[in-house]
């Protein structure tokens, strides 16, 4: 199966991905704000939920590009680095932007969970992400792909948690420091660029 080293290597960068500024960590830290710590968890896992229907596609489809033909790996290669690349140019020239709580609409708890899967599933960067991301760190000669790629995505979805609920569980304080501190949405959406990048080197050099 995947070395240790890899996966610690796979979380580490997720974490990353998870702290730069986005749709998703946005609603969920104004939601929190809004409503408290209990919505903003409840997002999270809506969210998470998402995710495990994106890892279980990827990882049959991805599976099955991967031991079809050299062409078909060459050409997810080569998508996805495009991707990757597209991502890290987007993050470079990213701004800051103002985080609003908004207003209240009456949403209970069980529609913010709802509203986190289906912001999720209905997403089709996601997808298109996680087949650019989860590959480089599997290997076919480590096993079957099916299995990795899930690993992979369970991990991606643990580092997921951890940030997104952190973010919830510090919402308040959270929003005022990145309001008050456009320079640091700046910083962190830089440090995604160059984590595209990488990936996207990678990715691009990679041998099936």
Not at 77 to 92: E, P, T, V
Not at 137 to 142: E, K, M
Not at 157 to 164: D, G, K, M
């Amino acid at each position: 199966m995947i070395p240790m080293e890899t996966l610690v290597a796979f979380f580490m960068a997720s974490m990353l991905l998870g702290l730069a500024p986005g749709p998703d960590n946005i609603f969920v830290l104004t939601q929190s704000a809004l409503r408290g710590r209990t919505a903003g968890l409840l997002v999270t896992l809506g969210l998470c939920t998402g995710l495990v229907v994106h890892t279980t596609a990827v990882a049959l489809g991805v599976a099955v590009i991967f031991q079809a033909s050299a062409l078909a790996f060459t050409a997810l290669k080569l998508f996805g680095a495009g991707y990757l690349l597209y991502l890290a140019w987007h993050a470079f020239r990213a701004s800051s932007e103002k985080i609003s709580a908004g207003k209240r609409n009456g949403m209970g708890y069980g529609m913010l969970y709802r509203r986190g899967i289906v912001m999720n599933v209905t997403n089709p960067k996601v997808s298109i992400f996680f087949l650019a991301f989860l590959p480089q760190f599997a290997d076919p000669a480590r096993g079957a792909l099916t299995l990795q790629m899930l690993l992979l995505g369970g991990v991606f979805i643990v580092s997921t948690i951890l940030v997104f609920g952190s973010i919830a569980l510090l919402a308040g304080s959270i929003g005022q420091w990145l309001n008050r501190s456009p320079k640091t949405q700046v910083v962190m959406n830089r440090v995604a660029g160059v984590v595209f990048l990488g990936l996207a080197l990678k990715l691009a050099t990679v041998k099936r």
